[in-house]
């Protein structure tokens, strides 16, 4: 009964969309578009959208009351803010916040969006810091920029560490990324940095054929044919660092960043803990959804099969990518580890 119900309600919505871009004459919006997709990670620093329209439009002035025929190209540029809304009928909800990045002159017209690392793609000033903290380290690399830094940013202590010269803004943060192992990305104008998830934003809940038309990259696995190799780094305050190697000799090798353990033996009990977030029984993979429910990364998915009720559990939502036009809408999610 509860499948025909969800597809009677769904037979009878709408798909709108508001795309708003600021330029420098002015507020552009239109509720029209060929083609919409958008990508966001937690493990990625930034996210994307791309966007394609008509190359002609017809501009409304409400205030004159008069219409007008312009080349879409040209009435847009490169760095412009833009927003984009996608929902079904009136309920619309904030997809992507950022910038233009590039515009492609194809028919459609195509225009390549970033967030609000596009604010990073400038030359930063070289830099040494003596004795310094993971936040100090991130409010340099953003200074004078319009973005806000997470209030729970880990404290994590840094020594000697350099900002070579010739780097941007937003290839300092990627050095800070890699050679500390952090979890670093935007949620529009907000930078979120630390261990892995960083922050639970919600759970948003999926009944396998009921609210996911499509599970065929959705897989169960067994924690035995998990076989997984982790290399655990523990990055001391002094800036030394102390590795070991567990798990399986021939397996997909992972590397994990620690930073409270004690000596090797203890850097192995965290290894061990961690590893089995991994080396798991239950689901792995992608499920599509329609734009509802709701999910981001960062939110929990909680997964029931009523047909296999012991199946049922929940995962990190790690990265979404939505698509929208005239097929309709999907939103595709990627599940990682489990949580408890």
């Known amino acids: 009964m509860l499948n025909l119900v969800y597809i009677l309600i769904s037979m009878y919505v709408k798909l709108n969309c508001l795309v708003s871009i600021t330029t ?3 507020n552009i919006k239109f509720d029209a578009v060929n083609n919409v997709e958008i990508e966001k990670s937690i493990d990625r620093i930034g996210s994307t959208a791309k966007i394609k329209i008509p ?4 501009l409304v002035n409400n205030l004159e009351n008069t219409t007008q025929s312009v080349q879409t190209a040209k009435v847009f540029k490169r760095g412009d803010k833009i927003n984009i809304q996608l929902g079904y009928d009136d309920n619309l909800v904030e997809e992507f916040d950022g910038f233009i990045y590039k515009i492609n002159y194809t028919t459609p017209l195509e225009i ?3 967030g609000y690392e596009f604010l990073l793609r400038e030359d930063l000033p070289t830099k040494t810091f003596a004795s310094t903290s993971l936040k100090e380290v991130l409010q340099y690399i953003v200074q004078d920029k319009k973005i806000t830094l997470d209030a729970d940013i880990p404290t994590v202590s840094m020594v000697n560490y350099i900002i070579p010269a010739k780097l941007t803004r937003l290839d300092a943060l990627q050095q ?18 630390g261990l892995d998830f960083v922050k639970y934003k919600g759970t948003v809940l999926y009944s396998l054929g009921v609210n996911t038309p499509k599970t065929d990259e959705l897989k169960y696995q067994y924690s035995d044919d998990v076989k997984l190799k982790v290399k655990a780094i523990q990055i001391n305050k002094n800036n030394t660092k102390l590795e070991a190697e567990i798990g399986d000799k021939d397996g997909e090798q992972r590397t994990l960043y620690f ?3 004690k000596n090797m033996e203890d850097l ?11 080396k798991y029984t239950g689901y792995t993979g992608k ?8 999910a981001v990364p960062g939110m929990v998915a909680e997964i029931r099969d009523i047909n296999y009720a012991e199946r049922s559990g929940k995962y990190e939502i790690r990265s979404v990518v ?8 999907r939103r595709q999610v990627e599940i990682g580890k489990t949580v408890s």
């Open 268 to 278: 192995k009990k965290l290894a061990e803990t961690e590893i089995q977030k991994y």
């Open 55 to 58: 190359t002609s439009a017809r």
């Open 112 to 114: 390549e969006c970033e």
């Open 24 to 26: 420098e004459d002015g």
């Open 259 to 261: 930073y409270t353990a």
């Open 176 to 193: 800070v990324k890699e050679r500390y192992g952090l979890t670093i990305f935007f949620v529009n104008d907000t930078l979120y940095a």
């Open 322 to 329: 939505i698509t929208f036009g005239t097929s309709g809408a």
């Open 287 to 294: 499920i599509t959804t329609f734009l509802e429910p709701y």
